[in-house]
């Protein structure tokens, strides 16, 4: 039996993972993570009966305590109840706990996911967040701890599965691939009075608000070349983003003797979820098969880095290093506060991020307070 704790178990990635966990034997529920969702989770608790439960939000743990008690006193018996990253950082070590789905939003996944990795807990990392902001400090951590790292974003996945019994010095690219999001095609002219409701509207994955402006304004693919460096130890120019439209082709390698080596599917994050948990082995996974005879054809395209200015300044945060990643997707996290409550327009998130690139002095090698500390100041601006 293998035990996980769900960070962030009442979002997309972790109502997939519970589904997964529902369909197989072998996997158990050891601690949950929510912040608003408290009916859900409530939903969740009852099912599942974890050992332990953090509601990031104090006030929210109250009301959920409550219910609890009032509806189903018996529980708390079972299911301690509690807040915080205090909170979070106990559901990511728990003893009992044998793997950790960091699938929180944000640099609020950065505490937890090293405090796993110190208590010696695998991680299938879906908070790519944490990798972006701190990847040196982290891997370096995971090494040391001799934990492993399981990716759970389609692309990233995607590479693991394509190094999979290959010499990973011999990989010479990695060819990251993009949807190109709802508004492909379109110039900065086209994009200036775009609506949260058409950003919102993805044209192949079904996620996160946060994450859906992301791949609409190409941010989250240069979060993911930063991710992909981390994991992968790659260098930013040896990753290169395709846009491919039917998010067929999730990601893939080239190696050295110009073979590449590619991980194909449906777009259901299930599939990654689920290779992470049972790694290395697959296990059947109900859902809708590639029809390459209805595909017809997969097509590929340049990234527009003018329109898309974000994932060019992701590519210039990583080219100067130490602090600079951080700001990038602080910054990144606070423009799409302010976007998806329609108090900037949709062009102005990537020229907010090159503002706050520009006035920041850059910490060589920060730690993980510093960096915690510098994304926590550009945040807070919202309040």
């Given amino acids: 039996m293998k035990y996980i704790s769900i960070l962030g178990s009442t979002g997309s990635i972790g109502t997939q993972a519970l589904q997964i966990i529902r369909n197989h034997q072998g996997l158990n ?57 205090e909170g979070l950082i106990r559901a990511a070590s728990l003893e009992s706990t044998d793997m950790v789905l960091t699938a929180i939003v944000g640099m609020v996944g950065i505490r937890p996911t090293m405090a796993a990795i110190q208590a010696g807990k695998d991680i299938a990392l879906a908070n790519k967040e944490t990798l972006v902001c701190a990847g040196k400090l982290i891997m370096q951590a995971a090494k040391e701890a001799h934990v492993r790292i399981y990716p759970v974003d389609s692309e990233h996945s995607a590479i693991f599965q394509s190094l999979n019994g290959e010499n990973r010095r011999e990989a010479e690219k990695i060819l990251l691939t993009a949807s190109g999001g709802p508004f492909r095609g379109r110039t900065r002219q ?30 989250n693919k240069g979060l993911e070349v930063i991710e992909a460096r981390w994991l992968f130890d790659m260098p930013q120019d040896q990753i290169q983003v395709l846009v491919h439209p039917q998010s067929i082709i999730h990601s893939a390698v080239q190696y050295r003797d110009g073979a590449v080596i590619a991980q194909l599917g449906t777009p259901d994050m299930k599939i990654p979820i689920q290779y992470a948990f049972f790694y290395p082995e697959r296990r059947f996974l109900e859902g809708e098969r590639v029809d390459f005879f209805k595909l017809g054809q997969l097509t590929f395209e340049e990234p527009d880095l003018r329109t898309f200015k974000a994932l060019s300044l992701a590519y210039q945060s990583l080219q100067i290093g130490g602090s600079m990643p951080c700001v990038f997707n602080a910054a990144n996290e606070l423009a799409v ?30 730690d993980i307070e510093q960096i915690i500390r510098i994304g926590e100041d550009i945040i807070n601006e919202l309040y």
């Fill in 190 to 219: 086209e994009l200036k009075e775009v609506t949260v409701e058409q950003a919102l509207n993805h044209p192949n994955w079904k996620m996160g608000r946060k994450i859906t402006i992301d791949s609409a304004s190409l941010a």
């Fill in 29 to 85: 529920v050891s601690a949950l993570t929510a912040n608003q969702n408290i009916t859900l989770l409530e939903q969740q608790i009852l099912e599942f009966a974890p050992e332990l439960v953090c509601v990031f939000e104090p006030e929210n743990a109250k009301v959920l305590t409550q219910n609890l008690r009032a509806e189903h006193p018996e529980v708390l018996k079972k299911t301690q109840i509690c807040s915080g990253m």
């Fill in 337 to 366: 506060k302010r976007f998806l409550n329609r108090e900037i327009r949709f062009l102005d998130i990537a020229d907010f991020i090159e503002e706050r690139m520009n006035a920041h002095t850059v910490i060589s090698n920060p």
